[in-house]
Structure formats: C-alpha cells, structure tokens
C-alpha cells in the first residue's frame, strides 16, 4: 500500500496524487492539501511506488508507464471507497492525468475529479495534446490551470477545446505550472492556491454542468 499524509477533517475526501518529479510532500503539495483542508476536504495524500523508492535511496528515477500507475491510483481507491462521505480523486500535473484518466472509466463509487495544473501537452509540443479521453468522462472533472502554464496556456487551450467543452476549467491569473504569477501582478502563488482550493470547494458544491471557460 502506498504511504499517505491525511490533512484535515471533512465530509468529503479528496485522493490526492504528486505530480512526476516531485514526492506528496512537495512545497507546492504542502501548500495546496493545507489551503483544500481549511475548505473543509479531507485530502488524503499518496505516493506512487516509484517516487516511494526515490525516497528510500535518494535515487531519481522516472514515472513507470501509466498503466501501473492506474493501477496503484486505484488500489488508493480501494482503500478507501467504503468510508462515508462523497470520494473524490485528483492531482497535481501528472497525478491529475491519471486520476482523469480514472475519471473516464464507469466507476460509481468517484464523485468527481479535480486536477491541479493539468499537462495538456508537453511543454514547446502543442501538437501532443493529452485529452483523448476527455469525450469519456464518467463523473464532473475539474482543472484548476496558470493562464501561462506551459503545459497548456490559456489560450491554447481554449482553442483545442472549441466548441463543447467537457471539464470545467477555472483560470488561475498569470499563473504558471505551479501557479506561481510574475511578481508585478501583485499576487502571490499562496494566493492563487487558495483560489484554486476555494474554486475546488465551489465546485463540489455546485451543479456538475457548470462551466467556465
């Protein structure tokens, strides 16, 4: 079983997975599970395997191939499916591209989805987009998105997703992959993560057709 950080007190939990080159416990991680947990989710915090071996032997290695990665994201799905309370599953960068892939498979114990800087594509590589699944989302998927991310820009985005949009999107003002704006927005990364996890919250407790695009 993958070691977990449990943050906060809530009817509702929230599985919260890291993104590729960075533990659970990341400053960025830190920040967001604290400001989600003053909103009232449970954040349950885990690790994938390989990054758990990272820990272990300080040896940097790479995310293995998705499938396994699935896999372990639902066995943290598993565990805790029978508690009470709405389950939610999400992530940071590559934790929330697998918790969205999750989120296109029928499964009725998942209420929702909530992704944190969604990599649309790799950075430079706008022609490799990653939302083939999209069309097949199940449950209300949520992306919090930097308007500069260079993992899927603002406008970028809005242009690939012309039309029928099937998530939806919250801007996060001149943030970036780690919602870190420039300094003369006169707003700081803690700031757009509070947004972030208030527009989290927002959602949750709204109607699952909305949209902002």
């Known amino acids: 079983m993958a070691e977990v950080m449990i943050d906060g007190e809530g009817a509702r939990t929230l599985l919260l997975a890291h993104g590729a ?65 709405p389950l939610y599953i999400g992530g940071k960068s590559m934790g929330g591209r697998i918790a969205s892939v999750l989120a296109s498979r029928a499964d009725d114990r998942i209420a929702g989805c909530a992704c944190f800087g969604y990599p649309f594509h790799p950075p430079g590589k706008p ?24 993992f899927g820009r603002q406008d970028e985005v809005q242009a690939h997703l012309a039309g029928e949009v099937p998530v939806t999107l919250h801007w996060l003002d001149d943030g970036e992959h780690d919602f870190r ?21 927002t959602w949750m407790d709204g109607p699952a057709t909305s949209k902002e695009i």
């Open 21 to 85: 080159g960075a533990p659970m416990d990341s400053p960025f991680m830190d920040q967001l599970a604290m400001a989600l947990a003053e909103q009232g989710i449970r954040v349950v915090r885990f690790e994938f395997g390989y990054m758990q071996k990272r820990r272990e032997d300080g040896k940097k290695r790479p995310p293995p191939k998705a499938d396994k990665l699935e896999g372990e994201f639902s066995a943290v799905i598993d565990r805790y499916a029978s508690e009470s309370g």
């Open 127 to 150: 022609d490799r987009w990653r939302t083939d699944h999209f069309t097949d989302f199940t449950v209300p998927v949520l992306i919090n998105q930097g308007t500069r991310d260079p």
């Open 181 to 201: 704006p420039r300094k003369s927005t006169g707003t700081t990364q803690a700031e757009l993560i509070e947004q972030a996890a208030r527009q989290t919250v």
